[in-house]
């Protein structure tokens, strides 16, 4: 069994597949996945689906959509024994054991690589880039979802960030610089305030010899923190623009190159 939540909520078998991309069951399912194989309890569910206004005959209404829901997954495994979700004493589980869920294929990758600074920049982008293959959209497909599950898009999508920060980083020292720029500018136009990747792309911008692109990249970040948060950039990107004022020679690739210089005050 395949479950998938970086993206559209959908859970499939073989040839068999089914998607949930809106209403109770995608909510239920999306905080089932979420606990990773935990008991979630009664309550806990109920504030997940209906928050501060559950209906009338509440534990009625959540053990229907669990029935949907266990009826639906069950089809897609009909030679299963057992089913995946699992009514237990006060709550409910969603058996995983021999299951294949998406987020945590990506979490693990970006936890191997995080544990291993021996690799070279060409193993952390060869292992970093399917692992964000593995991101078809917003988590949950953008459905709303409660709390639990919340907390789960808020952990995946900082995961996200560091992944790609990380391959950037990468990229940047094996020379392919020309290669991410595209990808870049649209994670710089979509993520307008996170410094780190406007910086690599103001690095990948100076070494394509496009000096100013990567000035004008740094006075949109400049504008737009101004304008949403009332601060100026930090040191790190404020060095990052000096250095390309004046054509530091640290921003040149150097075939030693281990990594990007660090901010000089």
């Known amino acids: 069994m395949d479950f998938w939540i970086l993206g559209q909520v959908a859970a499939g078998c073989g040839n068999r597949r089914v998607q949930f991309r809106y209403g109770m069951q995608c909510a239920l399912l999306a905080a089932l996945i979420a606990a990773e194989g935990r008991i979630l309890s009664v309550t806990c569910l109920i504030d997940e689906l209906w928050g501060e206004e559950p209906p009338d005959s509440v534990d009625n209404a959540l053990q229907a959509h669990a029935s949907r829901l266990r009826r639906k997954l069950q089809a897609l495994e009909p030679e299963r024994a057992r089913p995946r979700l699992v009514s237990q004493t006060g709550g409910y589980r969603l058996d995983l054991d021999g299951a294949r869920v ?43 979802v409660g709390l639990a599950a919340q907390a789960a898009l808020a952990r995946l999508e900082a995961a996200q960030m560091t992944a790609l920060e990380l391959l950037y980083d990468s990229e940047l020292q094996q020379g392919q610089h020309q290669h991410i720029v595209p990808e870049l500018s649209a994670l710089v136009r979509s993520e307008s305030l996170n410094e780190r990747l406007c910086e690599q792309l103001m690095v990948a911008l100076y070494r394509c010899g496009r000096q100013a692109d990567a000035l004008t990249i740094y006075q949109r ?34 075939p030693d190159e281990l990594s990007l210089p660090g901010p000089k005050g």
């Open 102 to 144: 998406d987020a945590v294929a990506f979490t693990q990758a970006l936890a191997e690589v995080r544990a291993r600074p021996d690799l070279s920049p060409a193993e952390v982008a060869n292992r970093l880039r399917p692992a964000l293959a593995l991101w078809r959209g917003p988590v949950f497909g953008g459905a709303a």
């Open 221 to 254: 970040m400049r504008n737009r923190m101004a304008e949403e948060l009332g601060i100026d950039p930090s040191p790190m990107l404020r060095s990052r623009e000096r250095a390309i004022l004046s054509h530091d020679p640290a921003l040149r690739l150097r």
